[in-house]
């Protein structure tokens, strides 16, 4: 096993630096040796993730190197990997991106990646990941860029344009697909907690085999089939579908009927690419105050586990969900392995729509880097549907990108 340097940039953030070392650990076996650099702007938050990581280190003989800095080019330096979750003020920008349009009577769904409120979202994300990207391009530039900062497509989609960097988006959604599934097939109920749907998706994960393409936020579930016997499992799921209670999932029904394919993402992040989504929607939009509750409860158990008596080895012994450190281990390796949603170039990935386009399909990861597989050529609605959501993206990343 090769040791590597992965820098991890927003790694002060309680979601996203905690999954990350929960991987790490899980892979440390395949990355002993290899040093591991937190970064952020925020001082308390990156001295606090350090702290924690340096004693999952010793807690459990991991053999990896933990350093933190707020310099992002000493960060960067000898990096052959690049994690990057970075957002501006990101639950208050959110909050105000989703309330300002609804009080303008403009009714949209999450605000996030779509819709007025994705604009305001791109606007500022695209600017600061560009600022970034200035400083891998200068200090790291043959680093894999593995990145999680939303709205995902657009980023991506400006990483590509406006920069020579190697660069993957990654994102977990394809898990509600496998929940959705889970429930209407009987295999599983409302998870009631996050730790519970984690293990839900492990579980079905090994029961099903769902492959879907699209962009990110809006993919279809394209073939649904058991993970053992390889039986196709559409058209049962088709059945049970019609006896669910008519608030489960009811947009993404709407356009299973209309277009012959089934969103992969719930409701609310379909929503974001569909006018009509407020038809269905509760118009309720994210849970920004239960958000900041299970944050603060994170960081305090983080607090206790860094500087107090909690034991830091109770936040490990599970894989978060996330796939940038198993991509890692794939590269560093060469396993040739299978991944359900990458967000890449399309290169003819997706039937008609533009070469350029970032697009969320399955693919391989090997030594030679990243491969998306081409998929079966989707219905000619759901297709037109996807290409106006590429067009708004074109428009939306230029202003990004040149002020316009």
């Known amino acids: 096993m090769r040791t590597t340097k992965i820098t991890l940039i927003g790694a002060g953030s309680t979601s996203f630096g905690l999954s990350m070392l929960q991987d790490i650990f899980a892979y440390a076996d395949a990355l002993r040796g290899s040093t591991i650099t937190l970064t952020d702007v925020n ?158 998706v492990e579980m079905l994960q090994q029961k099903l085999d769902i492959k879907a393409a699209g962009l990110n936020h809006f993919t279809f579930i394209y073939d649904l089939r058991d993970n053992e016997t390889g039986e196709d499992l559409y058209p049962e799921f088709q059945e049970r579908l019609a006896r669910m209670p008519s608030d489960f999932e009811p947009l993404s029904r709407r356009l299973f009927e209309t277009f012959g394919l089934f969103p992969a993402t719930g409701d609310g992040h379909a929503g974001e690419y569909v006018s009509f989504a407020w038809e269905t929607s509760d118009l309720k939009g994210f849970d920004f105050e239960g958000w900041v509750r299970h944050s603060e409860e994170i960081k305090a158990r983080l607090r206790q586990a860094a500087f107090g008596t909690e034991d830091v080895r109770k936040f490990l012994g599970h894989t978060s969900g996330e796939r940038a450190i198993p991509i890692i281990d794939a590269v560093l390796h060469n396993k040739n392995q299978y991944e359900q949603a990458l967000n890449i170039p399309n290169r003819g990935c997706i039937p008609g729509l533009p070469d350029w386009a970032i697009v969320e399909v399955p693919g391989v990861v090997s030594g030679a880097g990243i491969s998306g597989l081409q998929v079966p050529e989707l219905p000619p609605g759901i297709t037109a549907l996807l290409a106006q959501q590429v067009a708004v993206q074109d428009r939306a990343v230029e202003a990004a990108i040149h002020g316009d």
């Open 43 to 200: 001082i308390e938050s990156l001295e606090l993730m350090t702290h924690v990581a340096q004693r999952m280190n010793t807690a459990t003989g991991a053999d990896l190197i933990f350093e933190g800095t707020t310099d992002l080019r000493a960060a960067l330096d000898g990096a052959e990997f690049v994690i990057v979750s970075v957002a501006v003020d990101r639950i208050e920008t959110w909050k105000k991106d989703w309330e300002i349009p609804l009080k303008y009577g403009i009714k949209h769904v999450l605000g996030e990646n779509g819709g007025p409120g994705g604009l305001s979202h791109t606007l500022r994300s695209v600017r600061l990941m560009l600022e970034i990207a200035d400083v891998i391009e200068e200090v790291a530039p043959d680093a894999l860029v593995l990145n999680f900062t939303n709205p995902m497509s657009r980023v991506c989609l400006a990483l590509e344009r406006a920069t020579s960097l190697q660069c993957v988006g990654l994102c977990h959604q394809i898990s509600a697909g496998y929940r959705i599934v889970g429930q209407v097939l009987g295999m599983i109920e409302k998870p009631q907690s996050w730790d519970e749907a984690r293990a839900q």
